[in-house]
């Protein structure tokens, strides 16, 4: 009697599993699903007052628009928008925030600015050519007080050892 009731059960499953529809089937087919959009970045480091380029795709059409530091580029009913901005000028490294929308969904991304005299292509006085995109690590003392310590260390040190050999 277990067996016939199991097998019962599991029938009424089995046919309500493959008379119910999917939800993915109609999915594809719904004109108000929300586009599905990414942003592509020509760079993710660009020098201060140097030119990059966010591109927004969308797998349909829709109305995209691009936005960094307050200026905005939009096209409507498109599946693509290709924005050029320029970096603004800057004295530290910052990362900035690029938005991109694709019919109210939102997405971001980081650009990292950096000043002039940090990273360039080595074209430029100052720039450095590396395989890290241009930036190089600080290797020397930038600073004039480390400098100046280090030498009066240097003579007073100096010092002790010829007063330590006359006495």
Not at 5 to 23: N, Y
Not at 87 to 104: E, F, H, I, Y
Not at 132 to 152: C, D, E, R
Request: charged share 15%.
């Amino acid at each position: 009697m277990k067996k016939y009731a199991l097998g019962v059960v599991s029938a009424l499953v089995s046919a309500l599993v493959v008379l119910m529809p999917g939800q993915s089937a109609h999915a594809a087919d719904d004109p108000y699903q929300d586009a599905i959009c990414s942003v592509t970045l020509s760079a993710s480091r660009v020098v201060s007052g140097e030119s990059f380029t966010v591109t927004v795709t969308a797998d349909r059409p829709a109305d995209l628009s691009v936005t960094f530091e307050g200026e905005t580029q939009s096209r409507a009913n498109a599946q693509e928008l290709v924005a050029t901005f320029r970096a603004p000028t800057v004295d530290r490294p910052r990362t900035l925030q690029v938005s991109a929308s694709c019919d109210g969904n939102v997405r971001s991304a980081g650009v990292e600015i950096l000043p002039i005299g940090l990273a360039g292509s080595g074209d430029g006085p100052g720039q450095g050519d590396s395989a890290l995109g241009g930036l190089l690590p600080n290797t020397g003392g930038a600073s004039l007080w480390l400098l100046l310590l280090g030498l009066v260390l240097a003579v007073v040190g100096g010092a002790v050892a010829v007063r330590r050999r006359r006495a």
